[in-house]
């Protein structure tokens, strides 16, 4: 049996068993999904651990945080995007050794341009945050030649040196990239994305409304309880919310796709955890 997990921690309401086992179900193909927990400082172990597994072959695995970092360390090789955001949330187990790869970007790109719809070519877009949520979709957001992106983050610095890094790719793509402080943020925007962790801490939405064109998509990279204060402030100030739970599925998509050369109906699995989620 080929094995694969998310590994994280906290990790016990992670959707990505569900998504994987749909997947495989919907593609006819067999595998098997779990999930670890992982301590703190054990991250390098509980991957040597999981690939020991009697139970099957081990074959790769999600990460999700707090461990993005380390699996980028302990990756032998990393695919360009998982270079330039330094985080990593897939692993493959391949013979020349351990790859990694970041499908989040991936992710939230096709979110945005397939499931909502909007266009990411000649946009201004806002993204709030410099943290990992935010280095691991710069660069595909980049990539869809937006004309304009602002990183906005509460620690300018940060901010700073994230959009130091993609200099480069902006360049080539032909995008102004510029950082900003979260309360100096100038113009208003046609996509807005939240890739902090403010409201996490139950925090306000950081940014002033007026960043929001009229129509605007303002998009939470997370979903549940803790993306519902920034959407509500989104829909109170004339833009269109939406949660990260189509960006979840895309970068699951995005994953099996590169594990299994097949790709999966990610609409399809969308729409089902999105009635799941909406009934708990
Ligand atoms: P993640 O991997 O989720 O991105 P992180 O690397 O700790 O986690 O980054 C958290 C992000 O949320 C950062 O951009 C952080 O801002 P700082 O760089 O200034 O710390 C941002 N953040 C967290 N709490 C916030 C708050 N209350 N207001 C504004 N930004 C906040």
Redesign the pocket.
């Given at each position: 049996m080929d094995l694969y997990c998310v590994m994280g921690n906290p990790v016990e309401h992670s959707r990505s068993p569900w998504i994987h086992a749909r997947f495989a179900e919907l593609t006819g193909q067999t595998l098997d999904y779990g999930r670890r927990l992982v301590p703190i400082d054990g991250f390098d172990e509980a991957v040597a651990a999981f690939r020991a597994d009697p139970a099957g072959t081990a074959r790769g695995c999600n990460i999700t945080?707090p461990f993005k970092f380390d699996a980028a360390a302990l990756a032998q090789h990393l695919s360009p995007r998982a270079a330039l955001a330094r985080a990593v949330n897939v692993l493959s187990f391949e013979e020349d050794g351990i790859h990694g790869d970041n499908s989040d970007g991936a992710g939230l790109v096709n979110d945005i341009t397939v499931h909502a719809g909007v266009s990411l070519a000649g946009s201004e877009l806002l993204l709030l945050?410099?943290?990992?949520?935010?280095a691991g979709v710069l660069g595909p957001l980049l990539e869809g030649s937006p004309r304009r992106v602002v990183v906005a983050?509460?620690?300018l610095a940060?901010a700073i040196t994230l959009v130091q890094r993609h200099a480069a790719l902006a360049l080539a793509h032909h995008v102004t990239l510029e950082a900003q402080e979260?309360h100096a943020v100038p113009g208003n925007f046609d996509i807005v994305v939240n890739?902090?962790?403010?409201s996490l801490?139950g925090?306000e939405v950081?940014v002033a409304a007026s960043v929001l064109k009229r129509g605007a998509l303002a998009v939470d990279m997370m979903y549940g309880p803790a993306a519902v204060g920034f959407m509500n402030w989104a829909r109170d100030h004339g833009a269109v919310p939406r949660d990260g739970l189509g960006m979840l599925v895309e970068q699951a998509a995005e994953a099996f796709a590169l594990w299994r050369g097949v790709r999966p109906p990610a609409a399809q699995v969308l729409a089902e955890l999105r009635a799941i989620v909406d009934r708990t």
């Open positions: 945080v945050g410099a943290g990992g949520a935010a983050n509460r620690t940060k979260l890739a902090t962790a403010s801490a925090g950081p």
